[in-house]
């Protein structure tokens, strides 16, 4: 790192780092706004305030982006069409209490013994499967713009090897700003840039908050709700357990241990709540901030900080709004992504490098961990299921546990 968790930045490069780190997360967060049909603005703002409640729970010790999870868009769509926002509100609360009483748990815990179930092996797997995962989301990010479409991703990807790899002094720690611009002014004569979105603007605009819809709902309606917001936490808590395992990989610290477990769940549960009050969604840590972190080598958790003051202003201010969405998602999602998403998939390679893959133990531990990770293997129903990163996390800590060292 360049800039590590605690550093000050001149302001001129903390703005430049925050915008960049705001730019890698705002294809998802509007994209799982869409998805909900929840307002955008609204979900700015949340996305936002998460970050703030989780970067000031854990005394900005982790530079964790947090925005709206796409973990929770089966309980956020369920708790919308039983009881509006009001029953996602008592849904984000009921995330808060399971992820406090998971901290509350961890805080017990000593982080020595955690490792016992989630050595090297583990984390190094899982954290390759985490880029891949995120990988399959490229694809839809260029969506039907076809070879266009792909062509201009790539010429993203290119501007951001060739300004990273050549540039000298501060440029060099914003490729993703540049890959961007370069992106976007290629796309224009392609009509791929929407200048529709600057049509009928203002300057200011108050954004649509979820509390502003909030109603009195039956009680009987919320029980189904809580019962799987609950469900929906718990495996959400595995994605937790691993992007901050991934992020501490990358940025050189111990983040179980600093700012701790307990004070990681107690903040991504208060930053649900916050999201589903603003937003009317759940919140999670994004892995785009994870890889745009380490791609720029600067883990500053004031950058963090800034960068969601910035999301919050996308939910008051039009004109910067507008030129977000303005920007084709095969620029923003397409290019940037096959950079970050493979950046946090290579970070994992790197830690199996210190792992003895001839000892059978670790061996079938990265074997299985891959292979269920990927392959999207699903396990539960509607109400619960684990599938992807989490059931790989659940079934590496099992095996892990039953296969002893063996001597030789």
């Known amino acids: 790192m360049v800039y590590n968790v605690e550093d000050k930045l001149p302001i001129n490069k903390l703005l430049l780092f925050a915008l960049q780190i705001m730019l890698s997360c705002f294809t998802a967060t509007a994209l799982i706004a869409q998805i909900c ?69 961890f805080n017990k815990i000593s982080i020595d013994n955690l490792y016992k179930f989630m050595p090297k ?14 990988m399959g989301f490229i694809t839809g990010y260029i969506g039907d713009t076809g070879n266009v479409g792909v062509a201009i991703a790539l010429i993203t990807v290119l501007a951001i090897a060739l300004s990273n790899h050549y540039l000298k002094g501060i440029w060099s720690m914003f490729p993703f700003l540049i890959g961007t611009l370069v992106g976007y002014v290629v796309a224009i004569p392609f009509r791929l840039v929407d200048f529709s979105k600057f049509a009928g ?35 959400a ?16 610290k111990d983040l179980y241990k600093n700012p701790g477990l307990s004070r990681i769940f107690v903040g991504e549960g208060v930053a649900n709540l916050a999201s589903s009050c603003f937003g009317g969604l759940g919140a999670c840590s994004y892995g785009e901030s994870v890889g745009t972190i380490g ?78 990770g990927i392959s999207g293997i699903t396990i539960g129903g509607s109400v619960f299921s684990l599938s992807g990163t989490a059931l790989a996390l659940v079934i590496g800590i099992i095996l892990n546990l039953l296969l002893k060292e063996r001597a030789e």
């Open 121 to 134: 092996a583990l984390i190094g797997s899982i954290t390759i499967v985490i880029g891949i995962n995120l």
């Open 237 to 252: 808590i595995c994605e937790c357990l691993s992007d901050h395992a991934a992020l501490g990989n990358i940025i050189g």
């Open 201 to 235: 603007i203002s300057l200011f605009t108050l954004p649509d908050f979820a509390f502003s819809k909030w109603t009195s709902v039956e009680l009987t309606t919320l029980i189904p709700i809580i019962i799987m917001y609950i469900a929906f936490t718990i495996s």
């Open 37 to 105: 049909g929840v307002a955008l603005s609204g979900a700015f703002v949340g996305a936002g305030m998460a970050t703030i409640v989780y970067w000031l729970i854990t005394r900005r010790q982790s530079p964790m982006f947090i925005s709206n999870s796409g973990a929770f868009v089966a309980p956020v769509l369920a708790a919308l069409a039983a009881g509006g926002y009001t029953a996602v509100a008592i849904g984000g609360l009921t995330a808060c209490v399971v992820y406090t009483i998971f901290g509350i748990i």
């Open 295 to 372: 791609f720029s080598r600067c883990a500053a958790s004031r950058v963090t900080f800034v960068a969601a003051i910035m999301m919050i202003l996308l939910g008051f201010i039009e004109p910067i709004q507008a030129f977000i969405a303005s920007i084709p998602s095969c620029v923003i999602g397409g290019g940037t992504a096959c950079v970050l998403y493979g950046f946090i998939s290579s970070s994992g390679i790197k830690l199996l490098k210190d792992v003895d893959l001839n000892n059978s133990k670790n061996l079938i531990l990265v074997s299985v961990i891959l292979a269920i």
